[in-house]
């Protein structure tokens, strides 16, 4: 027992090193997919071929073509649980008023995930002054993340034509960071309702189909844990996790050199992996919107025909300097520091969601105040993980909102530097040694 400011005795709660009661199905298979993924949320969530929500299983079947976001966040979601999804996703009471229609029954065994959505939690209480906060918000820097990312678009297509017109490999690089920062800008629109600047994530030969899975779905609700796409991806190359039996001295150290090759990469090991998956599951993984991919080099071959090697030479420079890049700023962006929850560390069974969101990030604080620099790195990246569906714009406005609630339950929300973040996730590859994560001085 521990005893609260006000002198209240408080139990320190058990401790556990997961978020999930059964380790993830597929998790250790080789050739990880998103598709295999869900698959293996079929197997270990307890939702009988139905949607769950909580504990109560429903058939959202005829639902799906008139939800509001898109039939495929449905489509995709079915026989798995839905829980965090459904909670982040809709702020307004409507969904939920809604669900009764569509209950099947209770599910038959309990939840695979310990995160809470308790009425008095912290993240339900956040969400209700979030909700009263929103009409009140100015909505005007919405319009200017669309002309951030519409003029990021066509910086990157001029800059390209110019690289090939001119031959110059700097004017290349140029728009290599400019499709970047596109693509990166686009992740706030894939998490919107359907709309056609999230398909401009497909500018270099990744897939926002997929990414609604990986990032969305796995990371966005689970970061840093065993259900974590962005984590199983990495491995055994790249381990995050403090797991000795997971990395030896080579992958904790040498992954210091090597590391910042692999984010070069990382878009055509993409594309790679979806064309052996598709070859060996004998399941199509590529869509009509994959083609975004060519408009650069199509643009690029019309402005210079004359020498095809030579367009294809400056089209895989952007492509490599983009993939550098968008590793180099998403993989430091936020949670890979070794003052954050990892599996393996220890937290409070049962933990709620909304604190355990704030013990997997720290904030960069110097993006703080430029919804340019906001977009194009991942900024506000607590807020975004807890609310992803407002766009980057209007989170700023409830920062006093959020502030204000991380003091009443005593959470500490955490800062720091895009240096200090690089630093800290080469020290976090390294580690192998397990901590006490304490999100809450009540129990401290």
């Not at 209700?128 to 009409?135: G, I, N, T």
């Not at 430091?332 to 969101?357: L, R």
């Not at 500490?412 to 901590?435: D, F, K, M, N």
Request: charge should be neutral.
């Amino acid at each position: 027992m521990t005893q609260t400011s006000n002198g209240e005795a408080t139990a320190v709660p058990r401790l556990v090193t997961t978020i999930a009661n059964k380790y993830p199905t597929f998790r250790d298979v080789p050739l990880k997919t998103p598709y295999l993924w869900l698959e293996g949320r079929r197997h270990d969530d307890g939702a009988e071929g139905l949607w769950r929500i909580h504990d109560t299983l429903y058939d959202l079947t005829e639902f799906a073509d008139r939800h509001p976001g898109g039939a495929s966040w449905i489509k995709l979601t079915k026989g798995t649980d839905i829980t965090e999804a459904f909670e982040t996703h809709h702020i307004s009471t409507r969904a939920e008023s809604l669900l009764p229609k569509f209950k099947i029954r209770e599910a038959k065994e309990p939840r695979n995930v310990r995160l809470t959505f308790a009425d008095d939690g912290f993240y339900r209480t956040l969400k209700r002054r979030v909700r009263d906060k929103l009409p009140e918000i100015d909505r005007t820097s919405i319009a200017t993340s669309r002309l951030i990312i519409d003029s990021l678009l066509t910086a990157a297509i001029v800059l390209a034509l110019g690289a090939v017109k001119s031959d110059s490999y700097l004017v290349a690089a140029a728009s290599g960071l400019c499709v970047c920062w596109t693509m990166i800008a686009a992740h706030n629109f894939f998490h919107q309702k359907d709309n056609w600047r999230m398909r401009l994530f497909n500018l270099a030969f990744v897939s926002y189909r997929e990414w609604r899975i990986s990032h969305v779905l796995s990371h966005h609700h689970y970061p840093n844990s065993i259900m974590d796409l962005e984590i199983s991806y990495f491995e055994p190359i790249l381990c995050w996790l403090p797991n000795p039996q997971l990395k030896g001295n080579i992958q904790r150290f040498g992954a210091w050199i090597y590391g910042p090759f692999m984010y070069s990469s990382v878009f055509i090991g993409e594309f790679g992996k979806r064309t052996i998956s598709t070859i060996t599951s004998g399941k199509n993984e590529f869509f009509a919107d994959d083609l975004i991919t060519l408009i650069l080099p199509t643009l690029m071959y019309l402005v210079d025909s004359s020498c095809l090697f030579g367009v294809l030479k400056m089209w895989l420079l952007i492509v490599v300097v983009a993939s550098f890049c968008f590793g180099l700023i998403g993989l430091n962006a936020a949670h890979h520091h070794p003052e954050v929850f990892h599996s393996g560390d220890k937290i409070p069974d049962e933990i709620d969601f909304g604190v355990y969101q704030i013990a997997t990030v720290i904030d960069r604080a110097d993006v703080k105040g430029s919804q340019f620099a906001v977009l194009t790195s991942f900024g506000d990246h607590c807020l975004h993980h807890m609310f992803p569906t407002l766009d980057h714009g209007i989170l700023p406005q409830l920062y006093p909102v959020f502030h204000k609630t991380c003091e009443e339950f005593e959470t500490t929300y955490r800062e720091c530097s895009w240096l200090h973040h690089i630093i800290g996730q080469h020290r976090q590859l390294a580690r192998v040694e397990p901590q006490v994560y304490n999100p809450s001085k009540k129990w401290q």
